[in-house]
């Protein structure tokens, strides 16, 4: 028996120094999630995340990719109170109740990097959630599990760079200031001349691969390799943490931090050597019609073709396209029955893309999604629709139908108007670039009454979207004080004539489409005579703004045929 | 088996400052208190012994361990409990949270027995109350109460209390020896102050400091005995006495020669104490 043995007689009890630093991992854990700054770095996630979500799903390529950002606002919180806990663990003179325990400030550091366990388990059920929540949203495209994973990592990344700063440095400033060091860090890996200048060099410096100026469908993100290179990091946090301080095993940490930075090396390699090998052209090509890699199938006699990764839209098209085809008469869009997406967001990244359109719907990648990726609730359902109707009342057999861009009106609010590329300009197989804003005109034309009302009677959430646009508009449209301003290509008091017909009995209505339908979609024909030919009123003074409309956008203008 | 704390010859500068001049005695079961005026190196020594410090030469033995060896002083360290003056407290935790914490360091890893460990100590110092209240919130009394508390965890056969009694009220200083009181039992319990009182109430031995030196070592009533037939009472106040101060009865006291015409009274602890610094003071300022 030793002298400690006789003197402590649970010696043969003692718990192993692991024992001690789980105990206190457990308590440390607890008090880094409940941190002040732990909580309110959580709570700004979950915000980013459910914002994230409700702008970028359901395209799963961007949302993976931009899923790590919510966690590095958690991992900002994590990391100062982590920074704050190292220092509670490491300021000699100002506990000395804790200096004299037993248990050495390495075990306390150990405890410590051995909390960052929770953080992990966190993250992982946040980005677990989320991408739950994403996939039960019917989601295209496929998700990066090397990019969900890169959150948990970045979880345990910021709590250990936490400790290892806050035995350094153990000031109560450390932890803030770290995180600004890597918000600015972040910043700059991001400016233009560095990335000119460097090429690939800071993409794989910073806690994650960001987005490419590139869509993401053709940009290229080595996110396994960078995965590695985190995990290299956290090793060397982990053992800059430990070096802090007595330690009686100082080989052992050298052999680990070598070990680590051999790590962060090959990681570091691998996405240099990734960038290297990755062939944008082939990628680029697959998305290039004609010979894009389609995906394409036939429903109720249409044919609907997806870019690769979007195929699961082709059910959710012809939910919005069959039923217009269903309630117009058999002899409606005779021809080219087919909806077509295009890589048209590719061109907006700066790129000079050229496309061929072929007869037909058209689509974007960015169906589903308006300006800066913002989700569109049912416009694109409504738009698809509309853009079908368009088609069968023979507006035109070229368009781009579904793809939202941004008009500002003279009030500053947004809108988004359905965009029709110039009827005179592109025909089939011809190729041109899309200009924005150049769209064929179907102000006061009859049918563009029939096509809102074709695409209205779709669904009650086509005929709500419908209810939506012409809010708070009845009292003006009744009294005649209605201001003619634009509304997609369409005027409002066209979209308040269908709304009337879709407050009817649609066989009714169909029957009488039915019977006047080739008088209905003349170009020729006014809204005034097909609003005379469906058994409505005029509205009090419509044939007085239709003049004033007609003289005022006469010039410039290009009217649909 | 040794049951004792020796200290032999401790020595310790900061500077050209002598904090501790060859610091000679040994410490067995019971209470055994320190007195000396401010600076006079008894935080030093207690946080010698307590293994925070370590002395410039000289010898300390604890229970027959030896706690400048590293592996020793971890041993030492798991037989002591500390109360110093500033414990550094954590202000976020609660006092349960602090004192569960302090427990695991001090190798306590069974949940449920810490727990029960921490809840009777809470108990113990009179904490029950205050158990899930913040350490920021808690009176100067309370912290203190805290602060003995954690150095109680584990059962601690060697305890080392610096100013235990420092900024406590009357009441709370009489809950206090209470407490301490009831620790003495087979326990070594070393404790500073500069309440005489403390010591004359709870204290089998004391020890009186001054400048680093250990100028008395014997129980409260040999240290009154000092000042035996040299505490007095006198309605003028005299000229030569060493030390003096009118009482509530509007008379004057003193320690030392006794004036002429002077009524000699029974010395308490206090007087010993104060003939002995006085002395010291007056050796110094000769020095």
Known sequence: MTLTEQHHPETSLRPTPWQVAVQLAKVESRRILLHPATLIAFAVAVYAMWALHNVEAPVLNRVSASSVLPVLIFAAGLLIATSEASMRVWKTDQSEALDVAPTPPRVRTIGLLLAALAPVLVAVAFQGAAVMVMTLDQPVTAIDLWDVLAGPVLAAWAVILGVAVGRWVPTRFTGPLTVVAMVSVLVILDMYFLRRRFGVLPRWFGPFVPLDWEPVEISFRPTREHLIYLLGLVGVFAVVALLRGPSGRRTVLYGALVASLVVVGIGVQGQRAAYALFDRATVLASYMPPQADYICARIGGVEYCALPGYERWIEEWAANVGPVLDIAPQDAWPESRQVKQYPTRLMDQGQSFELTYEPGVATGLWWSRGPGGVRQADAHKFGMSLGTAGLAVGLSSERIAGVWTEVRTGDGEGEYYLEFVPVDEVAPGVEDEISYYRYCDTMHQGRAVVALWLAGSVSDSHRQYLDNRIEGMNEWLDNGQYYPWYLWEFKIQEVYYARQLLDRPQPQVRSLVSEHWATLTDPATTTAQAVRLLGMDLLPGHEEWTELDLEHYSEGAVRCR | ?287
């Open chain 2, 1 to 287: 088996m040794s049951n004792e704390v020796h200290i032999d010859d401790l020595r310790l500068k900061y500077g050209s400052v002598r904090a501790l001049d060859g610091v000679t005695f040994t410490l067995g079961s019971g209470i055994t208190g320190i007195l000396g005026p401010n600076g006079a190196g008894k935080t030093t020594l207690l946080r010698c012994i307590a293994t925070v410090l370590a002395a410039d030469s000289g010898k300390l033995d604890i229970f027959g361990l030896d706690p400048d060896r590293p592996s020793q002083r971890t041993d030492v360290r798991r037989l002591l409990g500390y109360m110093p003056q500033e414990p550094g407290f954590y202000q976020s935790f609660t006092c349960f949270d602090f004192l569960d914490y302090i427990a695991i360091l001090k190798e306590q890893v069974d949940p449920t027995a810490r727990h029960e460990e921490v809840r009777r100590v809470i108990e113990r110092t009179g904490l029950s109350e205050k158990s899930q209240t913040k350490i920021k919130k808690l009176s100067g009394g309370m912290r203190r109460r805290l602060a003995l508390a954690q150095s109680l965890l584990g059962d601690p056969r060697l305890l080392i209390l610096d100013e235990p009694t420092a900024g406590l009220d009357p009441e709370q200083r009489f809950r206090f020896r209470e407490m301490v009181s009831g620790l003495a039992v087979d326990r070594v319990v070393f404790l500073s102050t500069h309440q005489t009182e403390d010591v004359a109430a709870i204290c089998d031995r004391v020890l009186v400091m001054h400048s680093g030196q250990m100028r008395f070592d014997g129980t409260p009533r040999d240290l009154a005995r000092l000042a035996e037939g040299r505490v007095w009472l006198t309605d003028v106040r005299p000229s030569d006495a060493h030390i003096h101060w009118r009482t509530a009865e509007g008379v004057f006291r003193g320690v030392g020669d006794v004036p002429q015409g002077a009524e000699i009274i029974a010395p308490t602890l206090e007087d010993g104490y104060l003939m002995i610094v006085g002395a010291a003071a007056f050796e110094d300022e000769a020095a």
